[in-house]
C-alpha cells in the first residue's frame, strides 16, 4: 500500500534531506517514525502525499505512481489520506462541526450524508456534544481530536500525524493515542512521527528511525530507542 524504492530528496538549496529510502508499509498497519530533528522524517512523510516531490526513486501509495502524477491528479491522492499536525490547524472563525464538514463540502457530498458523517466522527472522538463550539473554545486535547475527526471524516485508507501530541501533556497524549488505535483497528494504515518516548515504548507498534536521510531500524512492536 506505501511502497518506497530508493527514494531521495535533494532541496532546492542542497540541503539532501533523504538519500535512499526503501520501505513497505502493508494495509492495516501502524508504523512510527523515529529520529532526531533534522533526520529527515517531515520530508519522508510530506512525499506521501505530494507535498514534497522525491528527487530520485519509485513512490506508489494504495497502487498510484506518486512520481508521475499530474498537478490536477494530486487532489483524489490526497482524499486517500487524513492528514494530523502538531498544531492542529483548524480553522478559528469555523464551529467544530463545520471544520469537520469542510472536507465533505469541498468534495460536494450531499447535507444527508455530511451531516450523518460529521456526526459519526464526531462521536467516534468523543466531542458530539461540541459540535458548536469553536476552536479556541476547547482544550489542546479536544482540539487535536476535531483535527483527527477531520482527518477521517472521508474515510481515508492512510492517516498521517506528524508529532500528534506533541503540544499535549502525558495523560491527554493517552487519550489521543487511543483513538489513534480505534482507527487503526477499523482498519486504516497509521504513520505517525513521533518524539514521544512514552508513547512509543508504551504502544507498541512498529518503528521506523530514521537518521541522515536514511532507515537504520525498522522493527515490529520496537521500541523509541532514544534517550529523549
Ligand atoms: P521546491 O519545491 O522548489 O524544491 P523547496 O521545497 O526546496 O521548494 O522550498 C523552497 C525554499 O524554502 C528552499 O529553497 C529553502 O530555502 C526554504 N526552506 C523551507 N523550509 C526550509 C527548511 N526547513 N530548512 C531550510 N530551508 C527551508
Ligand atoms: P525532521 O522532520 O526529521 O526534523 P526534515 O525532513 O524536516 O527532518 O528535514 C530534513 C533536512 O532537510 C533538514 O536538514 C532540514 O533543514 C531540511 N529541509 C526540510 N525542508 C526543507 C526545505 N523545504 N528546503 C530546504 N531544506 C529543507
Same mark, same amino acid.
Given at each position: 500500500?506505501?511502497?518506497?524504492?530508493?527514494?531521495?530528496?535533494?532541496?532546492?538549496?542542497?540541503?539532501?534531506?533523504?538519500?535512499?529510502?526503501?520501505?513497505?508499509?502493508?494495509?492495516?498497519?501502524?508504523?512510527?517514525?523515529?529520529?532526531?530533528?533534522?533526520?529527515?522524517?517531515?520530508?519522508?512523510?510530506?512525499?506521501?502525499?505530494?507535498?514534497?516531490?522525491?528527487?530520485?526513486?519509485?513512490?506508489?501509495?494504495?497502487?498510484?505512481?506518486?512520481?508521475?502524477?499530474?498537478?490536477?491528479?494530486?487532489?483524489?491522492?490526497?482524499?486517500?489520506?487524513?492528514?494530523?499536525?502538531?498544531?492542529?490547524?483548524?480553522?478559528?472563525?469555523?464551529?467544530?462541526?463545520?471544520?469537520?464538514?469542510?472536507?465533505?463540502?469541498?468534495?460536494? =457530498?450531499?447535507?444527508?450524508?455530511? %451531516? !450523518? #458523517? /460529521?456526526?459519526?466522527?464526531? $462521536?467516534?472522538?468523543?466531542?458530539?456534544?461540541?459540535? &458548536?463550539?469553536?476552536?479556541?473554545?476547547?482544550?489542546?486535547?479536544?482540539?487535536?481530536?476535531?483535527?483527527?475527526?477531520?482527518?477521517?471524516?472521508?474515510?481515508?485508507?492512510?492517516?498521517?500525524?506528524?508529532?500528534?501530541?506533541?503540544?499535549?501533556?502525558?495523560?491527554?497524549?493517552?487519550?489521543?493515542?487511543?483513538?489513534?488505535?480505534?482507527?487503526?483497528?477499523?482498519?486504516?494504515?497509521?504513520?505517525?512521527?513521533?518524539?514521544?518516548? =512514552?508513547?512509543?515504548?508504551?504502544? %507498541? !507498534? #512498529? /518503528?521506523?528511525?530514521?537518521? $541522515?536521510?536514511?532507515?537504520?531500524?525498522?522493527?515490529? &512492536?520496537?521500541?523509541?530507542?532514544?534517550?529523549?
Amino acid at each position: 500500500m506505501i511502497l518506497m524504492k530508493d527514494v531521495h530528496k535533494t532541496y532546492a538549496n542542497g540541503v539532501v534531506a533523504l538519500s535512499g529510502i526503501n520501505v513497505d508499509i502493508k494495509q492495516g498497519e501502524f508504523v512510527y517514525i523515529v529520529g532526531p530533528s533534522g533526520a529527515g522524517k517531515s520530508t519522508f512523510i510530506r512525499l506521501m502525499f505530494r507535498e514534497v516531490k522525491p528527487s530520485n526513486g519509485t513512490i506508489r501509495i494504495n497502487d498510484i505512481n506518486v512520481n508521475d502524477l499530474k498537478e490536477r491528479k494530486v487532489p483524489y491522492l490526497r482524499r486517500n489520506i487524513g492528514v494530523v499536525y502538531q498544531d492542529f490547524k483548524l480553522l478559528p472563525k469555523l464551529s467544530v462541526y463545520e471544520n469537520v464538514a469542510f472536507a465533505l463540502e469541498v468534495i460536494e =457530498e450531499s447535507p444527508a450524508v455530511i %451531516r !450523518k #458523517r /460529521v456526526m459519526e466522527v464526531l $462521536d467516534l472522538v468523543g466531542l458530539k456534544n461540541k459540535a &458548536r463550539f469553536l476552536p479556541d473554545e476547547l482544550s489542546g486535547g479536544e482540539q487535536q481530536r476535531v483535527s483527527i475527526a477531520r482527518a477521517i471524516v472521508n474515510h481515508p485508507k492512510i492517516v498521517i500525524a506528524d508529532e500528534p501530541t506533541g503540544n499535549l501533556d502525558p495523560e491527554t497524549s493517552r487519550e489521543i493515542m487511543k483513538i489513534f488505535e480505534e482507527i487503526n483497528d477499523r482498519g486504516t494504515t497509521i504513520l505517525m512521527a513521533t518524539h514521544s518516548k =512514552e508513547i512509543v515504548n508504551t504502544f %507498541r !507498534k #512498529r /518503528v521506523i528511525a530514521i537518521e $541522515d536521510g536514511l532507515i537504520v531500524r525498522d522493527e515490529h &512492536r520496537g521500541d523509541y530507542g532514544y534517550e529523549s
